[in-house]
């Protein structure tokens, strides 16, 4: 049985994110001897009111005992199931997540499943939707919900080829070859330039529409009660890739990796009755993409927060450079808290 959150409760989650070390992506052992009762304390005493924990982290090894990839090491695969039986004992809703368009485990292992070109923005690549990765993707969320049935699934890296899918080009490869006949219409071209601008568009709907539908289906399918949305992350409002697309349309909530007014508006002004609008008011570090003090604008608007800060291994808890920044979430969070009570 899921937890449900009242409609009426602001989601508050702020999490020490163990994708991620201050020194860059996290390893497989670097998090995986983390107390559990000590990472959930310290997100209770911060004002969280879900338990977050990642599934598979993006570096591609899982916090729960899997047999579909690698597992972190030592106590490292049963930290989400001791998380997730604190959560429960203590009715607190639990959310984790998947990486969608990174694993640098598979992507290693798996060149054929890399989008040709992707490597030279990231080292690691992004995988192609229309490979076997979404096979293998699919078959861990089901895995995954049959064993925790958790309250929401954030799918984090929804794109092709890349992190801004409406100009990351569609590039010929042998995946792509019996999707694009039948989307397109004709024969893969043999070069990138071979594709029309209107043929790249048209493509990438479609190919991230199936995907979204697969995912979609496997978490409804498994656990119908858990609730899923998407980071994109979105750079501009209505960017058009996205325009009416059904990982808008259809997901359970719009996730902003920003707290932009361009973009957290855009998301409240084209949700659907029931969508949940998450916004991230600390994390990123680009100038103007998260602003802690703007929680009360969209506290007021209805919308929900995410949150994240890197430690330093083995200390989960945030760096000293996010204490201002946590400073102010923190308190903010406790005002939403004094004032839902109220």
Not at 155 to 173: E, I, N
Request: glycine share 8%.
């Amino acid at each position: 049985m899921t937890t449900q959150v009242k409609k009426t409760e602001t989601v508050r989650l702020m999490h020490c994110d163990l994708n991620w070390t201050v020194r860059g992506a996290s390893a497989p052992h670097e998090w995986a001897f983390i107390a559990p009762e000590e990472y959930f304390a310290w997100h209770m005493e911060f004002g969280t009111n879900v338990m977050y924990c990642q599934a598979y982290i993006f570096g591609g090894t899982a916090f729960y005992p899997t047999r579909l990839g690698p597992v972190a090491p030592g106590p490292g695969s049963q930290l989400f199931p001791r998380l997730y039986k604190l959560a429960r004992d203590r009715g607190v809703p639990v959310w984790s997540y998947f990486c969608v368009g990174a694993d640098l485990v598979m992507s290693n292992h798996r060149n054929d499943w890399v989008v040709p070109g992707s490597r030279g923005q990231w080292p690691h690549g992004f995988l192609a939707p229309e490979s076997g990765w979404t096979d293998l993707l699919c078959a861990r969320v089901r895995e995954f919900l049959g064993m925790f049935p958790v309250d929401w699934l954030l799918f984090d890296w929804f794109g092709y080829g890349g992190l801004r899918p409406d100009t990351d080009p569609v590039v010929p490869a042998d995946y792509a070859r019996e999707p694009f006949a039948r989307l397109i219409g004709r024969p893969l071209p043999a070069t990138a330039a071979g594709i029309t601008p209107d043929e790249q568009l048209r493509y990438k709907r479609a190919v991230l529409a199936e995907q979204f539908h697969r995912l979609h289906d496997a978490v409804k399918e498994t656990s119908p009660a858990t609730r899923i949305l998407f980071n994109v992350p979105y750079w501009r409002p209505a960017e058009t890739v996205w325009v009416d697309h059904p990982m808008l349309n259809e997901s359970d909530g719009l996730f902003a990796e920003c707290s932009r007014r361009d973009v957290v508006d855009w998301l409240l002004a084209v949700r659907r009755p029931g969508q949940r609008v998450m916004t991230t008011i600390t994390g990123r570090t680009e100038k103007g993409e998260c602003d802690p003090n703007s929680w009360r604008e969209w506290y007021d608007k209805g919308c929900d927060f995410f949150g994240y800060a890197w430690g330093t291994p083995p200390d989960f808890r945030p760096h000293p450079r996010y204490a201002e920044a946590l400073d102010i979430v923190r308190r903010a969070f406790r005002e939403m808290e004094a004032s839902t009570a109220g």
